[in-house]
């Protein structure tokens, strides 16, 4: 009797692995496209998802399609030269190179290359970078122990003194927050610091600028249909 000794992959990206409720729809695609990654559309034709692009540009899934036209292509991208099909409703197979899927867990596509993690790749945990700089003002106090969650949105975040150890944070929005004191955790629109006073006293007018660069974006709507996956990456999403 035969043994195999590899495990079979737990789906192949860009195929249909749930028929029940899928929408896919056919278009014309204007540049090479890998298999079961994102894509927008421009104008009438599908393309690969670039650098900072928005969660609002995410169009569907290309799917790979069987039995497909013979081809001598090896790079598993899609023929520009054939209308493909692009999955908007439904379960696809997806590679996640970074991070572990959980079920009902957020999928989110990166739009910020950083090393071996490339634009257009789906991923299990929000990426970001977020600095502050020096302050501004006569005071020299800093902001440090920085965090931040997906709902807060990318730009600068003031950190704006009323005295030397309050302060008020304002959204890139212009939106204020509540009233924060220096040496305690701060939180609100989904960014947590803490401003520690330094030598010299800040006063009123005094600032911290925060920038915040979002490296993957959240797709609503869109979440892992299944926890984990397997060696080569692969997993299930649900685009709802």
Do not use: H, W
């Not at 009438?44 to 081809?71: H, K, M, Y």
């Not at 090896?74 to 696809?92: C, E, H, L, M, S």
């Amino acid at each position: 009797m035969t043994a195999y000794v590899t495990r079979a992959p737990s789906g192949i990206p860009g195929e249909l692995s749930r028929l029940e409720g899928a929408v896919v729809v056919p278009v014309a695609i204007s540049e090479a496209i890998v298999y079961g990654k994102p894509v927008k559309m421009v104008g009438s034709e599908a393309a690969n998802i670039d650098a900072n692009d928005t969660a609002a540009n995410f169009f569907g899934v290309l799917q790979r399609s069987a039995p497909a036209i013979s081809t001598d292509n090896t790079a598993n991208t899609a023929d520009t030269d054939y209308v493909q099909n692009v999955i908007r409703k439904g379960f696809v197979s997806v590679a996640c190179p970074t991070g572990t899927p959980a079920m009902g867990g957020q999928v989110y596509m990166r739009v910020v290359e950083e090393s071996s993690q490339l634009v257009g790749d789906f991923e299990a945990s929000y990426d970001y970078g977020l600095t502050a700089a020096a302050m501004v003002g006569t005071g020299n106090a800093t902001a440090g122990t920085l965090s931040a969650t997906s709902a807060a949105v990318p730009g600068v975040y003031k950190i704006l003194m009323t005295a030397a150890t309050a302060f008020n944070l304002i959204s890139p929005d212009g939106d204020i927050g509540k009233v924060g004191a220096t040496g305690a955790a701060y939180t609100a629109f989904g960014v947590t610091f803490t401003v520690t006073v330094g030598g010299t006293p800040a006063i009123a007018g005094d600032y911290i600028n925060l920038t915040l660069v979002s490296n993957n974006v959240a797709l609503p709507g869109v979440t892992f249909a299944s926890a984990g996956k397997d060696s080569a990456n692969n997993c299930e999403i649900q685009i709802a």
